[in-house]
């Protein structure tokens, strides 16, 4: 398999690569360095894996410098996001009806508050209507993933989900944390390895191991759970990669600090020499849904298969509408080593 492999200046670190205080509750550190970001394309194939549906807004990739920082080992669970709620009375995105004046076109009876699930079809469908799986709805928040009827009982140690952006923003700010950056992510996501798809390295399962959780199976029609889970699975059920950092492949999505657009990497190649700390661009932009705010995730999710979504690859992008969640995307935070 072809591979264009990208070298870290390894002996280029700054002062903050070596950080003498202990490490944080929860978090690991990253040291800085330089990394080549985004996702290789050979030929008619992205990222050189047969069958890959990566979309082209991870090119052109382009050498990024991140300075060192801490991060959560793990996406933050529902006990942790539970202990915020009940110190804060925080309420999230889901928990509220949208109103008139942010939907204005949508019927009175819609404005109800709930958030997006997925729900497998009865039969194969074609793939490309999204809205066959998905559906809003009442009463879906962070407390009840699933709708009204589900809960987190059994559920502590998995992922939180129905966040919305900024509900992930609050949670961090109050932890005294932050979101990280995309290019932050992603060099922490890669864990030391350079131009690899995975965070492991080429082979989606070396030696026949699952790696990640991710959808096996006929999608969107059943999970047959060969990785041992259907859906979300706890935290830290697969080994970490080189930084420590569980489950940056599959499980939830992850929100990350920057708006999206598809044209931003091009923005950042066009100087030709290191960006450093890039925060993304300033306005966001979708040309799919030119209406809609969006923010960039990482990471995939456990609905990630080859026969739908690859974006389990590292070096390949996410975006989500700003104040929307779903029952597949979570986060974790990140610290600055002055924090």
Known sequence: MKNVCFLVLLGLFSSSSAVAKPAPPGMVWIPSGEFAMGCEKSGDQFCSLKGARVT????????VIVDGFWMDATEVTNEQFARFVKATGYKTVAEKAPTAAEFPTAPPENLVAGSVVFKPTSQAVSLDDHYQWWSYVRGANWRHPGGPKSNLKGKEKHPVVQVAYEDAAAYAAWAGKRLPSEAEWEFAARGGLQGKFFPWGDVLKPGGKWMANIYQGKFPVKDTGLDRFVGLAP??????????????????WEWCEDWYRPDYYRQLAQGGKPVRNPKGPTTPYDPAEPGEKKRVQRGGSFLCTEQYCTRYMIGTRG??????????VGFRCVRSPAN
């Open 56 to 63: 082209e807004d991870a090119l052109p990739i382009h050498p």
């Open 235 to 252: 935290v830290g059920q697969f080994p970490p990669n080189g930084y420590g950092l569980y489950d940056v492949a599959g499980n939830a």
């Open 319 to 328: 975006k989500g509408e700003a104040r929307t969640g779903s029952d597949h």
